[in-house]
């Protein structure tokens, strides 16, 4: 699926389901509560913490996903085409990162 067709399924499913995008300020919120769940998993999958008790079984792709369809809201409500954003974002990193990440001696 290319990103300009996630975008219409998230806006064709916020006409259907949703009524009507949140305000931007609040999808913003929305998004940090996200990526928080996201975090959540990283520290405790990956990380050095461990799960609390009453924590059930935490899934990463769900939490990605929740962040990637209040991502495509912003971007709906905003006027931003991700695709064109996307590939005009990679063009920049590789004009000035081209060689800087492979001359890191740290990434050796």
């Given at each position: ?39 959540r998993i990283m520290s405790r ?13 935490l899934e990463l792709s769900n ?10 809201c912003i971007a709906n409500q ?31």
């Amino acid at each position: 699926m290319r990103l300009k067709e996630a975008q219409e399924k998230v806006d064709d499913w916020i006409k259907e389901y949703g009524v009507r995008y949140f305000n931007e300020l609040t999808n913003t919120a929305i998004l940090m509560e996200e990526v928080g769940e996201v975090a959540r998993i990283m520290s405790r999958k990956y990380g050095e913490q461990s799960n609390k008790n009453n924590e059930g079984a935490l899934e990463l792709s769900n939490e990605l996903a929740d962040v990637f369809f209040v991502l495509i809201c912003i971007a709906n409500q905003t006027g931003v085409d991700l695709e064109k954003a996307f590939e005009e974002n990679l063009k920049k990193k590789t004009n000035r990162d081209h060689s800087r990440h492979k001359s890191n001696k740290k990434l050796k």
